[in-house]
């Protein structure tokens, strides 16, 4: 696959006006990271909602949603087959399938692309799971670097909560249980979810995520990201065109 962008290992050496250098895409990347329970999901989809209003150019992608790979892994789920490595190697291809046809060729086209988890995802849950750092860096290497990432954080406590407090039962893998951490599924949970969010934390100067509040009211929050997104990429260019009257014509004329 052809790549367009840095490869991702550069990034912290990288300024913002070379990484802007050395884009070969009109569009955007908006990505939006954090633990479950840290509302980076509801965030992103009221962004969604409040651009698409105003007529945007917009495409939204999520995590572990392409139709190549999502039965694949849905089987091996069921039958409790996927190691580490295993689960690593399939939300990359899943990753890759959905870069290859949706989030390039959209952002070449001009689109503000949204994705709800990014590679940052992978950085953080398969290291969780003992994948190493670097070779899982390199997995991803193709994949275009974010105008901004947002980064929701939660107190590990206020994440959980939100989470078992809505689920009946915690799935296997969503659990952790795979990793031997604990007997009980919720407390399994907890230890896979501060693992995650250790590795989340090592990657804020890194990666250059923005910081957001994940305890700070839905829609006051939803305002600074608006705000910040606005700071960070020009709307302007991903606004509907507006159409020119019959008087302008003639004055043009």
């Known amino acids: ?17 070379q990484m802007a250098a050395k884009r070969e895409f009109a569009g955007a990347l908006v990505v939006v990271e954090g ?4 509302g980076k999901s509801t965030q992103l989809y009221l962004l969604k909602r409040w651009l698409e209003i105003g007529g945007y150019r917009v495409h939204f992608t999520e995590w572990n949603s392409s139709p190549l ?10 039958r409790r087959l996927l190691t580490p490595t295993t689960f690593s190697l399939l939300h990359a291809a899943d990753f890759a399938d959905r870069c290859e046809r949706q989030i390039l060729p ?4 001009g689109y503000l692309v ?6 940052y995802t992978a950085f953080a849950r398969d290291a969780a799971r003992g994948c190493s750092p670097h070779w899982l860096r390199n997995l991803y290497s ?12 939660a107190p590990l406590d206020v994440a959980v909560n939100r989470i078992t407090a809505g689920r009946p039962k915690l799935k296997f893998y969503e659990a952790g249980m795979d990793l ?7 407390e399994s949970f907890r230890i896979f979810q501060d693992r995650i969010l250790n590795n989340y934390d090592q990657m804020i100067e890194t990666d250059r995520f923005v910081l957001m509040d994940g305890t700070i009211r839905v829609n006051r929050l939803q305002k600074v990201m608006r705000a910040l997104l606005a700071e960070r990429v020009d709307l ?8 020119s009257s019959s008087r302008d014509k003639k004055k043009a004329g």
């Open 1 to 17: 696959m052809a790549t367009t962008a840095l490869d991702i290992t550069t990034v912290a050496q990288a300024t913002p006006e």
């Open 35 to 38: 633990i479950d329970g840290s």
């Open 69 to 78: 790979v999502k039965s694949a892994t849905r089987r091996g789920k069921q």
């Open 106 to 109: 959209l952002l070449h086209g």
């Open 114 to 119: 949204l994705a709800d988890r990014y590679i």
């Open 142 to 153: 193709f994949a275009p670097i974010p105008d901004i990432t947002f980064y929701f954080r």
């Open 180 to 186: 031997g951490l604990s007997l009980d599924r919720a």
């Open 236 to 243: 302007k260019r991903f606004a509907p065109k507006k159409r």
